[in-house]
């Protein structure tokens, strides 16, 4: 089975500084892995995807991460932070072997802060 | 494109009730799952329908059921409600046999159970 950790429950971040947003995952296979973006009371927006070619995957708002087949990793990044940046983020792991793209597993989920 | 539609927004129900709630996929979308998230929890996966047909299920018990109409809109349904039921629901839809498409979330069904 598959699964996802995201180390760290909080990241606190000055805005225009840059972020990273650690998420490691285990999976048999070629993992499809996906970052997910959740502000108060609402639903999971989608940020990025990976899913085979560049190691480097840019996405919405100016967040990029980098797929590490080697460290199992998929930390998510973004050269200067926000404070609209500040929410929930989740990494999330789909098992390449289903037919299905919307079964997910995700991370705990990580809470950036970026203050002024 | 209409994004991914669930309804109601919130909804307060009593131990013992059942409730029923409503997912409308994005057009084209053949294939609709169910989440449950909760402060202890996180993000859970509940099932999976496609074409009216349950493909995939998590690891809740059997008070909690869905199911899919042909116009791929889904529902699903929680009986005789507990305290531990209240969460936030959030329904995905995705392309049928597309295998590198994401899955796009609804903005979610928060129930509460007193």
């Known amino acids: 089975a598959q699964s996802v950790a995201q180390p760290e429950d909080q990241v606190n971040v000055a805005e225009g500084n840059p972020l990273t947003v650690k998420c490691t995952y285990s999976v048999s296979g070629n993992p499809y892995l996906f970052w997910y973006v959740q502000y108060p009371n609402r639903g999971l927006q989608f940020l990025l995807k990976y899913i085979t070619g560049d190691n480097l995957v840019k996405g919405s708002y100016g967040f990029e991460a980098e797929f590490n087949k080697s460290q199992t990793s998929f930390h998510l990044k973004k050269p200067s932070a926000l404070v609209s940046d500040s929410a929930l983020y989740f990494c999330a792991v789909r098992d390449p072997n289903t037919g299905t793209a919307s079964k997910l597993t995700f991370g705990t989920g990580t809470r950036l802060q970026v203050t002024l | 494109k209409a994004g991914v539609t669930q309804t109601p927004r919130y909804l307060i129900k009593t131990r013992g009730q059942q409730v029923t709630l409503s997912c409308s996929p994005i057009?084209?979308?053949?294939?609709v799952s169910w989440y449950q998230q909760t402060p202890g929890q996180g993000l859970q996966f509940l099932f999976e329908?496609?074409?009216?047909?349950?493909?995939n299920k998590g690891n809740f018990p059997g008070r909690f059921s869905g199911r899919q109409f042909s116009n791929s809109r889904s529902e699903m349904n929680v009986s005789t409600l507990e305290l531990g039921d209240s969460a936030l629901y959030l329904c995905a839809s995705s392309s049928a046999g597309a295998r590198n498409t994401e899955a796009f979330f609804g903005q979610g069904t928060r129930l509460t159970v007193v």
């Open positions: 329908y496609f074409s009216e047909t349950q493909r």
């Open positions: 057009s084209g979308h053949r294939s």
